[in-house]
């Protein structure tokens, strides 16, 4: 994990159907690619499950389970995911989380694991905004005056992240 806040990353974002990678699929990936700290590149895909999509994630993310049929199998979306990736820094709320399921989905899938840099925005809210009652990201993006509408899915909590990770340099001087 990097404790420096680069200017050229990829955020990243997951949703999946629970908590550990142990017995829980991804059903979503979402990477939005920033050079010089704009974004220049997005990718985002649902992924299909071979399992059933309970009622408390699809209320949380509102994924349901047929919106997630139509996606990607999840060796073409890892595929596509790693390729647009490459070796670019990760960035992510919490991003343990993802990092885990992706890499253990791609070992699994294809043998390789997940071994890019990353930094957790998480670390930099607690370090820079002990104030807060809580350093949940929807907490964090309130603070920043973000909108959080759409949150839990993949592709606006990169928006999000960014958003959290933008307002803590500006006010932190990162």
């Known amino acids: 994990m990097l404790i420096e806040v680069p200017d050229?990353?990829?955020?990243?974002?997951?949703?999946t159907t629970g908590l550990s990678p142990e017995g829980s699929?991804?059903?979503?990936?979402?990477?939005?690619?920033?050079?010089?700290?704009?974004?220049?590149?997005?990718?985002?895909t649902l992924v299909k499950p071979k399992g059933r999509i309970s009622w408390f994630i699809t209320n949380l993310t509102g994924i349901t389970q047929e919106m997630a049929s139509m996606g990607m199998e999840i060796t073409q979306a890892l595929s596509a995911f790693k390729g647009f990736l490459g070796d670019d820094i990760i960035v992510g709320y919490n991003v343990n989380f993802d990092i885990n399921f992706l890499y253990d989905n791609l070992m699994a899938h294809f043998g390789v694991p997940l071994s890019n840099d990353y930094v957790?925005?998480?670390?930099?809210?607690?370090?820079?905004?002990?104030?807060?009652?809580?350093?949940?990201?929807?907490?964090?993006?309130?603070?920043?005056?973000l909108s959080i509408e759409g949150a839990h899915r993949a592709a606006k909590d990169c928006l999000i992240?960014?958003?959290?990770?933008?307002?803590?340099?500006?006010?932190?001087?990162?």
């Open 161 to 174: 992240c960014n958003g959290c990770l933008e307002g803590i340099r500006n006010s932190c001087g990162l």
């Open 120 to 145: 957790d925005v998480l670390r930099f809210a607690r370090k820079y905004l002990p104030e807060l009652p809580n350093h949940r990201q929807v907490t964090v993006a309130e603070y920043f005056g």
């Open 25 to 44: 699929e991804i059903i979503e990936i979402s990477a939005i690619k920033y050079r010089a700290r704009a974004a220049v590149n997005q990718f985002s």
């Open 8 to 15: 050229d990353y990829t955020v990243v974002d997951i949703e």
